[in-house]
C-alpha cells in the first residue's frame, strides 16, 4: 500500500471520528461533516451510517432509512448497522422490524451493549416488560467493568436492598466516580423511600456522564416524586434532543404532562407514539388514561380494548375499563378475563388487576359471594408488596394529637402565609372527595386541580427521616419554626403548586384525601385557607376502598380489618382538629350531600365564603379534566344507588365491623 494511500485512509478515519463525535451534541454539523465525506469516499458505509444518525437525532428518520434501507443486504451480518437501522424503523414506527434487526444485531454480537439498549426501549414501548428487562440487564452487564455490581443488581432485583447496598457501597470507596455504581445506590435509595438522597446521587452521575440516559430517566422520576416537574420535564426534553423518536422518553414526557394537567399535550404526544407504534399495547392504555381524563370515554373504551387485543394478559387494561364504574363486561369478557386467572404464579400487578376486574364484573351480575372471593383475592396480592403498619398509622395520629394542642394555635395567631387560595379536601378516598371537588371547580372562582403531593412534601421534608431516626421530626418540629419559616412554607406550597394552575381564578383544590393529618401543618403555614372534610359511612366508605385499586398508595385498604383500623384513626384526628380549631374544617357527610344536594351546596359555598351559582349545582355539565376513579360518576348527576352496596356483601364484613371500634359502630349503629 502506497504512502498516498495510507494517508488518506487515515485522513478518512479522522474525518469519521470528529463526524461521529459531533453527532452527541451538534447532529447537523455531523450531517454536514457527513456529506463532505460521501463526496471523497461515496461508498463509504460508516459515513452513510453517520448520516442516517445524523437525520434521525434532527426528527428525521425517515430520511435516515432512506439512506441505509439501500445497503441493508450487504449489511446483515453488521450489528453497528443493524442497531442503527434498527432506530430508524422505530422512528417511523415500524417497532417490530425494529426488535427484530437489533435481535439480529445481539445474536451476531451477543457482547454489542448498544443494541442490548436499543433493544430494551423497543420491548418497553411493546408491552414486552419481562423481555425489556432482560435486554436492560444484558446492557448493564456488558457496560460495567465491575461483577461485583452485577451480583448488587440481581439482589436488587430479589429485593435484597441491604445486600445490594453493602456491595455498591464497598465499590464505590475503591471507585468514587463510577457512574453505574452510582446509578444503582440511587435506585435502591428510590426502592427505601430515601428520593432526597437519590436524587443527589443521579445528578453526581449526570456531572460524570451527561449521557447517561438510564441515569437521567430515573432522574426525572425521581423529581417528580419530589414534586418538581417543571425540572423533571427539563430532564425529559434533554433526553428527547438526543434521542427524538426513542418512545420510552416520549412517554415520560406523556406522563409528566398529565401529572401537571397538560392532558392536551400527552395526548398529543401519545397520538405520535400511536401513529408510529399502533400495536404497543402498554401506549394504548396509558392513551385510554389520558382520554379518560378529559371526558372522551368511548375513545379510553376502544383504547383499552385494543390493548386487550393486543395484550390479553394484561391485567391494568381490563380494571380500566372496570375503573369505569360505567362500563359493563360482556360474558365474552368474563371468559377472557377468567383465562388469564392463574392458580400459582404470573405476574403479580396483572393478577391483581384482573381480579378486582372480575369481582367488579361479577358484582354488576349480582353474584356477590363470587365477586367478594375476587375482591379478597385482588387485595391479598397487592398487600404481598404494599405493606400497611396498622402501629405506625396509630403512632402518626397520636403524635399529632400530641404535639399540637390548642395552645400552640393560640400561640401562633396571624402567622403563616395568608392567602386565601388553597381549599383542601381531605378525608378517606372513596368518600365523595371526586363530587366536592366537581361542584366547587364548576363556580367561577374555583380551579380543580388534582390530588397534589405538596403539603406531604413539605411533611416529608420537616420529618426529615434517616436511618438513625426512622420516626422522623414531624409534627413535633413545627414547634421549633420560626414566624417567617412558617409563612416561607406557605409561600413555598403557592409557588410549588402554580404549575397545577391554568386559569386566572383566584382559588384552586387540592384533593389530596390524606392531607387530614396535616391539617395542623396547614393550618399553621396557610391561615387563610379553607378545609373541607368529605366523610362517608364507614361501611359504605370502607368497603368502596376495599374494592378499589388503587395506583399507589392507599396500602391500609388492601385488608377490611386494616381498613377498619385506619378508619378509627381518622376519625379520631379529625376529632382532636374540631376541638383545637373549632369551625376550622367544614365537614360535608356525603349521604346527606345525596339526599339534600341543593342545601349543602349551599352551606359548602356559604363556608367558603362564596356568592352561589347555580352552575354548581349542574356540576355534571362542567367540562374539565378528572384524574380519580370518580371521574364518570361526577360527569353525571347525584345518583342514591351506591350509598347501600356494601350491604350486599355485609356477610363477609364482620371483620370491618369489628375494627372500627365500639365508638364509631356506636355513633353510626352499625350492629356487629
Excluded at 42 to 65: N, V
Excluded at 548 to 563: H, K, M, P, S, W
Excluded at 663 to 669: I, L
Aim: charged letters at 30%; aromatic letters at 8%; hydrophobic letters at 35%.
Amino acid at each position: 500500500m502506497s504512502l498516498a494511500d495510507r494517508t488518506d485512509k487515515g485522513d478518512l478515519q479522522i474525518a469519521i471520528k470528529n463526524a461521529t463525535d459531533l453527532l452527541a451534541h451538534d447532529p447537523q454539523l455531523a450531517e454536514e461533516q457527513a456529506h463532505e465525506i460521501l463526496k471523497i469516499y461515496p461508498e463509504t458505509i460508516e459515513a452513510k451510517r453517520i448520516l442516517a444518525s445524523a437525520f434521525r437525532l434532527q426528527k428525521m428518520p425517515q430520511k435516515g432509512l432512506d439512506v441505509l434501507e439501500p445497503l441493508r443486504a450487504g449489511q446483515t451480518d453488521s450489528p453497528d448497522f443493524l442497531n442503527e437501522i434498527a432506530q430508524c424503523l422505530g422512528g417511523v414506527g415500524r417497532g417490530d422490524d425494529a426488535i427484530s434487526a437489533l435481535r439480529d444485531a445481539v445474536t451476531i454480537d451477543p457482547q454489542h451493549a448498544s443494541a442490548w439498549q436499543s433493544l430494551g426501549h423497543q420491548l418497553a414501548v411493546a408491552g414486552d416488560a419481562e423481555g425489556s428487562r432482560h435486554a436492560f440487564q444484558k446492557h448493564f452487564e456488558l457496560s460495567t467493568p465491575h461483577p461485583e455490581l452485577v451480583e448488587a443488581s440481581r439482589l436488587l432485583r430479589d429485593g435484597k436492598q441491604g445486600k445490594a447496598e453493602s456491595i455498591v457501597r464497598d465499590l464505590l470507596k475503591k471507585h468514587p466516580a463510577d457512574v453505574s455504581a452510582i446509578k444503582m445506590l440511587a435506585d435502591i435509595g428510590v426502592k427505601m423511600g430515601q428520593l432526597k438522597d437519590a436524587g443527589n446521587l443521579l445528578q453526581r452521575c449526570l456531572e460524570l456522564a451527561p449521557n447517561f440516559h438510564s441515569a437521567r430517566h430515573s432522574y426525572a422520576i425521581v423529581l417528580m416524586r419530589r414534586q418538581q416537574p417543571e425540572t423533571a420535564i427539563e430532564e425529559a426534553e434533554k433526553l428527547l434532543a438526543q434521542e427524538p423518536d426513542n418512545p420510552n422518553f416520549l412517554t415520560l414526557k406523556a406522563y409528566i404532562l398529565n401529572r401537571i394537567g397538560d392532558q392536551s399535550g400527552a395526548l398529543e404526544i401519545y397520538a405520535r407514539v400511536l401513529k408510529h407504534y399502533p400495536n404497543q399495547a402498554r401506549a394504548q392504555m396509558s392513551y385510554g388514561h389520558t382520554l379518560h381524563a378529559v371526558g372522551r370515554l368511548d375513545e379510553s373504551i376502544e383504547a383499552y380494548k385494543k390493548c386487550i387485543s393486543l395484550s390479553p394478559e394484561v391485567g391494568e387494561a381490563y380494571w380500566s375499563l372496570a375503573n369505569l364504574k360505567t362500563f359493563r363486561f360482556s360474558d365474552g369478557d368474563i371468559e377472557n378475563m377468567r383465562a388469564q386467572v392463574t392458580t400459582e404464579g404470573g405476574d403479580a400487578d396483572d393478577q391483581s388487576h384482573l381480579a378486582f376486574s372480575l369481582g367488579k364484573a361479577l358484582e354488576d351480575r349480582k353474584e356477590y359471594d363470587e365477586a367478594f372471593k375476587f375482591y379478597k383475592r385482588g387485595n391479598a396480592i397487592r398487600r404481598v408488596a404494599h405493606r400497611h403498619n396498622v402501629k405506625v398509622n396509630v403512632l402518626d395520629s397520636l403524635r399529632q394529637v400530641r404535639a399540637l394542642p390548642g395552645a400552640f394555635f393560640e400561640q401562633r395567631k396571624g402567622w403563616g402565609c395568608r392567602a386565601p387560595d388553597p381549599i383542601f379536601i381531605v378525608g378517606l378516598p372513596r368518600a365523595g372527595s371526586t363530587l366536592l371537588e366537581q361542584i366547587l371547580a364548576s363556580h367561577s372562582q374555583i380551579e380543580g386541580t388534582a390530588e397534589l403531593m405538596d403539603i406531604i412534601a413539605i411533611s416529608r421534608k420537616l420529618g426529615d427521616k434517616k436511618r438513625e431516626n426512622p420516626a422522623g421530626k414531624y409534627p413535633e418540629v413545627l414547634a421549633e419554626l420560626t414566624q417567617d419559616q412558617v409563612r416561607e412554607l406557605g409561600e413555598s406550597y403557592l409557588e410549588t403548586t402554580r404549575i397545577q394552575r391554568t386559569t386566572d381564578s383566584p382559588l384552586f383544590i387540592d384533593k389530596m384525601p390524606n392531607n387530614f393529618l396535616h391539617i395542623g401543618l396547614i393550618n399553621l403555614i396557610l391561615p387563610d385557607s379553607k378545609i373541607i372534610d368529605a366523610r362517608r359511612h364507614p361501611m359504605g366508605g370502607c368497603f368502596s376502598g376495599f374494592k378499589q385499586l388503587f395506583a399507589r398508595g392507599q396500602t391500609f385498604t388492601y385488608d377490611l380489618e386494616d381498613i377498619g383500623k385506619y378508619y378509627r384513626d381518622y376519625v379520631r384526628v379529625m376529632d382532636h382538629w374540631d376541638s383545637v380549631l373549632p369551625g376550622r374544617v367544614h365537614r360535608v357527610q356525603y349521604e346527606e350531600m345525596v339526599a339534600d344536594t341543593d342545601t349543602q351546596i349551599r352551606a359548602l359555598l356559604d363556608y367558603c365564603e362564596l356568592e352561589f351559582e347555580e352552575q354548581c349545582l349542574r356540576f355534571y355539565e362542567t367540562d374539565r379534566a378528572i384524574r380519580t376513579p370518580s371521574a364518570e360518576q361526577v360527569r353525571k348527576p347525584i345518583y342514591k344507588e351506591g350509598l347501600e352496596q356494601w350491604r350486599n356483601f355485609e356477610a363477609h364484613l364482620d371483620s370491618l365491623k369489628e375494627a372500627l371500634g365500639p365508638e364509631v359502630r356506636q355513633q353510626y349503629s352499625i350492629d356487629l
